[in-house]
C-alpha cells in the first residue's frame, strides 16, 4: 500500500474484526452506536467490512449479518479489503501472531488489545510495521480504559520518564477490593470476575501476575525507549494472599494491591509485579474493585496518575475505538513512540538489588524460644524490626507471627528467608509481601 493511499480522506476506514468475545462485541458496539461522533470527530466513516471467529453458530449480542464472515482470520488479515486489521483472539502466539504479521506485511494497520502478543513479540513486530509502513496500536492492551499509550507518546512526550509503576490488572484489583470488602472467598470472586468478562481466557494468568506484566514489559519499553524485555520482569501474583493478610495490613495501616513497577536503576532497568503493602493514605491504595492506575514520574511535569477501569467489555472497546480513530485521523506514530532501531537493547537490574520494606506472616509452633530465634536470625542479617505481633496461645496448632522489617536489600532479605524457613518450629512457606511507600 502505497502512503498516497493512506492519505486520510473523507470517506470510508474500512476496518476487520477478528475475535468477537468481550471487546470484540464491545468495538462493534461502539463503532455503530458512535456512528455520527466518531465521523464528525475523524472526518471520515468507519465501516466494518469483515469479522471472523471460531463458532459462526454462537448467539452474540450483536448484529453480524451486514458483514462477510471470514472463518479463517488470516484469509480476513491477508486478503480482505480492510484499511485496519482489529486483533482480538489473544494470545502471544498461533493465529494471533500470524495473522497481525501477515497483515502489517501487506502494509494494512493493526490495531491489538493482546498484551501477551506486544510483550513477547512488540519489538519485532515494531520493525515489521515500519518496514511496512503500517502503524501497530495497542492501546486497549495496557490498563483497559485508561490512555495510557496516548499519554506518554502524545501528552508527555517532552519528559524524560524515571519510574512508572501501578496497578495494571483489573482481575486481581477486584479479587483483593472484593474479599476485603465482603469477605467472601478468592475462589467465589474470581468467578465473578471471569463472569463480568475481566480475566483473561486463561485466568491464572491474571492471578499469577502474568497479566500485569506483561503490560508492565510494554509501558517500560515505551517510557524508557528500550526493546520490549518480558523475561527480565520479577512477577508474583496474588495466589498466597489470605484474608488475614488483608486484615493484618489494615491493623499495620495499608492495603494489599498487586502493583507493577518499572524504574531506571544503576544496574539498568528495574520491572517487578508482586503484592504490596501500601500505606492507607497513598492515593493508590483507594484505587478499588475493576479500577486500574498508573502513575508516571516525568522530570519536567512530575508525578501525573491517570485512573481508569482496567478490564471490561465498555473500557476496553472505548481504547480500540480511540485507535481506530487515530488511524482514521492520520495519526501515525511509532509503535514505542521512537522508530524501532533506535529502541536501546534490554537491560535489566536483577531483583537482589531491590530494596524496600517487608511483611512477614510465619506459622510457627507456640513454645519457647521461638520468637526470639526468629528475630536473631533477622538481627544477624541486619535486617531491622519496625512492627511486630504475634496473638493467640495453642500447644498443639501453630500461631501466627506477623513482622514488618525496616527497608533492607532484597538478597538480604531472602538469605534470612532462608534461614526462617529451615527451622524446625517453622510450620509452612513463609508469607512475604513487600512493602510500597511511594
Ligand atoms: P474472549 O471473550 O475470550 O474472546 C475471544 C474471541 O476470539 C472469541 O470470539 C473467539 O471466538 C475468538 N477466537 C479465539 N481463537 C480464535 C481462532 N483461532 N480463530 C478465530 N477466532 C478465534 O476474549 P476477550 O476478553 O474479548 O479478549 C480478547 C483480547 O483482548 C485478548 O488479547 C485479551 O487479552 C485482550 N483484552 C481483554 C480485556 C478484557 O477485559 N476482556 C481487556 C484488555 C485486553 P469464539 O467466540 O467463536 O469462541
Ligand atoms: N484480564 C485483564 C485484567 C484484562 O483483568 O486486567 C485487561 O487487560
Redesign the pocket.
Known sequence: MSDQQKTPSADQLKVGI???????TGVIKIISQQADILRQRTGRDIVIKGV????PK?LRDVDLSAFEWFGD?MRLAREADIDIYVE???GADG?ALASVEGALKRGVDVVT????LMAAHGTRLAQVAEENNAVLAYE??IA?GIPIVKALREGLAGNGIDRIYGILNGTCNYILTTMEKTGRPFKDVLADAQDQ??A??DPSFDIGGIDAAHKLSVLAALAFGRAVDFDAVYVEGIERIGAEDIAYASEFGYRIKLIGAAKRTAHGIEQRVHPCLVPLDTPIASVDDVYNAVVVEGDAVGQATFEGRG??EGP?ASAVTADIADIARGLRLPTFSIPAAELAPAQASPMEHHEGAYYLRLNVLDKPGVMAAITIILAEAQVSIASIIQRGRSTEEAVPIVILTHETREAVMMAALDKIRAHEAVMEEPHVIRIETF
Open positions: 477478528a475475535g468477537l468475545g468481550t471487546v470484540g471472523s471467529a471460531r463458532d454462537k482470520p482480538l483472539m489473544g493465529i488489545a493482546n498484551k501477551a486497549a492492551a483497559g468478562g475481566y483473561e481466557a478490564a471490561g476496553t
